[in-house]
DNA sequence: GACCACTATTCAGTGTTACTATCTACTGGT
DNA sequence: ACCAGTAGATAGTAACACTGAATAGTGGTC
C-alpha cells in the first residue's frame, strides 16, 4: 500500500471499522473481504484482526463466540453503547478535519493564506 | 489533544502543511501560528519542525535561511516541483477515503451494510 | 489418507508518526 | 540582569498499520 495510505489510515480505520459495526454486527473474516471490496485493497487481515482487538479492550464492542459451518468458529462484534458514542466522537473529529482540508484545498488553487 | 485527532493527524498533517506551502512559502513558526489560529489548537511545535525536517529530507521542499529582525534565522519552506507531486497523490488519497466514510456516515443512520 | 483451498484468528517484530519535555539562541524592553 | 517573544532542534515515548508467519477447522479431490 501506499505510504500515505498507510499514514492516513491510523485513526481512521478505527472509524470506518466502528462505523461498519454501527451499521449491523460483524466478524473479523468479514469486515476484512467487506473493506477489500470498498476498495481497500491491501489492508492486513492481521491489521483488522489487531484493531478488534484493540476495541475490544476498551470496551467499544461486546463480542459473541459464534461457531461456523465451515471453519473455526466467529468472534461476532457488536457496538455497544460506549463504542456508539465514541463513534460519535469520531464523526466530529472528523468533520473538523474534513472542514480544515476543504478549505486548504480551495485556497490551494487561488490566491493562498492571507 | 484527543486521542482520536493526534491518530487522525498522523498522514493528514503532513498534507495540511503541504497544502500550506502550496499557497506560498513559510517558516515553522509561522505555520504552527497558523494552525493554532485554524484551530489545531494543541500541535505541538516540536510536531511542525520535525515534520518540516522529514519533508525536506524527502525533497518535497526547498529551504532558504532567511534573517529575522527579532530573533533567530527563518527557514523558509518553499515546495518543490516533487512536493507538488506528492501533494497531488495526497489529494487523491484524501478523496478515496472522504468517499468511503461519507457513505459509511449516511448508511449508519439508514438500514447498514448490504 | 494425503494434500489443498477456503474459512477464521492470532502474534512477534518493524517503520512511521505525533506528543512530551527540554534545550539552544537571538532581539528588545524593563 | 532578567524576561517575553521569536525561532528552531532533539531525545524519548505511545499508538497504529504492515509484514510474515503460525494455528485451526471444514470440505473436496486425487
Redesign the interface.
Known amino acids: 500500500m501506499?505510504r500515505?495510505?498507510?499514514?492516513?489510515?491510523?485513526?481512521?480505520l478505527?472509524?470506518?471499522v466502528l462505523?461498519?459495526l454501527?451499521?449491523?454486527s460483524a466478524y473479523g473474516y468479514e469486515i476484512t473481504a467487506?473493506l477489500r471490496e470498498?476498495?481497500?485493497a491491501d489492508i492486513a487481515e492481521g491489521t483488522v484482526y489487531a484493531l478488534l482487538v484493540r476495541i475490544e479492550q476498551r470496551g467499544l464492542v461486546d463480542v459473541e463466540k459464534v461457531p461456523s459451518e465451515k471453519g473455526p468458529p466467529r468472534k461476532v462484534y457488536t457496538l455497544n453503547g460506549e463504542g456508539r458514542d465514541y463513534l460519535d466522537?469520531?464523526?466530529r473529529?472528523?468533520s473538523?478535519?474534513?472542514e480544515?482540508?476543504e478549505q486548504?484545498?480551495h485556497?490551494?488553487h487561488q490566491?493562498?493564506?492571507q
Open positions: 501506499g500515505q495510505m498507510t499514514e492516513m489510515l491510523k485513526g481512521t478505527e472509524g470506518i462505523a461498519i454501527a451499521g449491523r467487506w470498498q476498495g481497500f466522537e469520531f464523526w473529529t472528523w473538523f478535519l474534513t480544515r482540508l486548504l484545498q485556497q490551494e490566491e493562498g493564506i
